[in-house]
């Protein structure tokens, strides 16, 4: 029996776990990797602390720290499935194995809604971009193009056009952003939309240098040179696990109070799988750090009254 289970290696997850630590906590940390999303950013440049790194470099700095402490971590697992004991939780991995704690800290984070085309997978990292913000400015002087119709790909568009030397919006269907939004992207000199184009490909080789399109009115084919694209149709909460257990919203993303408290006493939740605003790599380590903080707090009290009852 863990005190602490730690669902996700993200910022959220690794900041909990050496706040844990320091509590002299008995931890498990379950993830697929150590750097979540983080991985795919190519430039951070609002993480104090760094005026610029490499997401895969601030994840590595974020790796040698949790190194220094007794982390009791399984890496490579996902897991599949939290439930409720007597005494806490017991958590089940893919591979089948089964751990129990005393508390459980959900940071597993959320996953770009992707567009699932040839090139894609391929290309994360080299010209394909989730993150306007993270990686908005690493393509400055570049075309590059935006996916979406929503607010965020607006937004995007905006956000990268003060880099880039164009960006193309393109949409298959009609905007559904706010009529401000749509009105300060349609008089931005550095940005154009494509709507009713559908795109089939991402191309290039070591990096994006293209992208190929429908036109959804004629059915012709078109070819569009880019040099990166951010895909902005949508994030997925990896929340599944704890479906039905805790408190959701209609997006799947876990509801919490100040305290990173779900309303499943013991199951805390923290980063970009909660309802927090502004999904940011800072905000994300600060809530990972108040949820470590509780989940501490709530053991010392639980410890307290099962001893005043025996």
Same mark, same amino acid.
């Given at each position: 029996m863990h005190d602490l289970i730690i669902l996700g290696g993200g910022p959220a997850g690794m900041t909990?776990?050496?706040?844990?630590?320091?509590?002299?906590?008995?931890?498990?940390?379950?993830?697929?990797?150590?750097?979540?999303?983080?991985?795919?950013?190519?430039?951070?440049?609002?993480?104090?602390?760094?005026t610029f790194i490499e997401g895969p470099d601030l994840m590595r700095r974020f790796e040698e720290h949790i190194a220094q402490f007794p982390i009791d971590m399984r890496i490579g697992e996902k897991a599949v499935f939290v439930g409720q004991l007597d005494n806490g939780f017991e958590v089940r991995t893919e591979s089948g194995e089964s751990y129990q704690g005393r508390a459980v800290i959900l940071a597993t =984070?959320?996953?770009?809604?992707? !567009?699932?085309l040839p090139g894609e997978a391929r290309l994360q990292g080299?010209? #394909?971009?989730?993150? +306007?913000?993270?990686?908005?400015?690493?393509?400055?002087?570049?075309?590059?193009?935006?996916? =979406?119709?929503?607010?965020?790909? !607006?937004e995007a568009a905006r956000d990268?056009?003060?880099?880039?030397?164009? #960006?193309?919006?393109? +949409?298959?269907?009609?905007?559904?952003?706010?009529?401000?939004?749509?009105d300060s992207v349609k008089r931005h000199s550095k940005i154009t939309m494509l709507l009713g184009h559908e795109i089939r490909a991402i191309k290039g080789f070591d990096r994006v240098t293209g992208i190929t399109m429908r036109d959804l009115v004629t059915g012709e084919d078109v070819g569009l040179e880019v040099a990166g694209i951010f895909v902005e149709i949508g994030l997925i909460p990896n929340s599944e696990i704890v479906r039905g257990l805790v408190h959701m919203n209609d997006a799947g993303e876990i509801l919490v109070n100040g305290y990173c408290e779900t309303n499943m006493p013991g199951l805390f939740a923290a980063g970009d799988v909660t309802n927090v605003p502004h999904k940011q790599i800072v905000v994300a380590t600060g809530e990972g750090a108040k949820a470590s903080l509780q989940a501490h707090m709530y053991l010392l009290r639980t410890e307290l009254l099962a001893g005043a009852l025996r």
């Amino acid at each position: 029996m863990h005190d602490l289970i730690i669902l996700g290696g993200g910022p959220a997850g690794m900041t909990a776990a050496v706040y844990s630590a320091r509590k002299k906590l008995n931890i498990l940390l379950i993830s697929q990797d150590l750097g979540g999303q983080v991985l795919w950013t190519l430039s951070v440049e609002n993480y104090m602390g760094f005026t610029f790194i490499e997401g895969p470099d601030l994840m590595r700095r974020f790796e040698e720290h949790i190194a220094q402490f007794p982390i009791d971590m399984r890496i490579g697992e996902k897991a599949v499935f939290v439930g409720q004991l007597d005494n806490g939780f017991e958590v089940r991995t893919e591979s089948g194995e089964s751990y129990q704690g005393r508390a459980v800290i959900l940071a597993t =984070g959320k996953r770009p809604r992707q !567009l699932e085309l040839p090139g894609e997978a391929r290309l994360q990292g080299r010209g #394909v971009s989730y993150c +306007a913000v993270c990686d908005g400015p690493v393509f400055a002087g570049e075309v590059v193009a935006v996916a =979406g119709s929503g607010n965020s790909a !607006l937004e995007a568009a905006r956000d990268v056009a003060s880099f880039a030397e164009h #960006v193309i919006l393109v +949409a298959r269907d009609p905007l559904v952003a706010d009529e401000m939004l749509v009105d300060s992207v349609k008089r931005h000199s550095k940005i154009t939309m494509l709507l009713g184009h559908e795109i089939r490909a991402i191309k290039g080789f070591d990096r994006v240098t293209g992208i190929t399109m429908r036109d959804l009115v004629t059915g012709e084919d078109v070819g569009l040179e880019v040099a990166g694209i951010f895909v902005e149709i949508g994030l997925i909460p990896n929340s599944e696990i704890v479906r039905g257990l805790v408190h959701m919203n209609d997006a799947g993303e876990i509801l919490v109070n100040g305290y990173c408290e779900t309303n499943m006493p013991g199951l805390f939740a923290a980063g970009d799988v909660t309802n927090v605003p502004h999904k940011q790599i800072v905000v994300a380590t600060g809530e990972g750090a108040k949820a470590s903080l509780q989940a501490h707090m709530y053991l010392l009290r639980t410890e307290l009254l099962a001893g005043a009852l025996r």
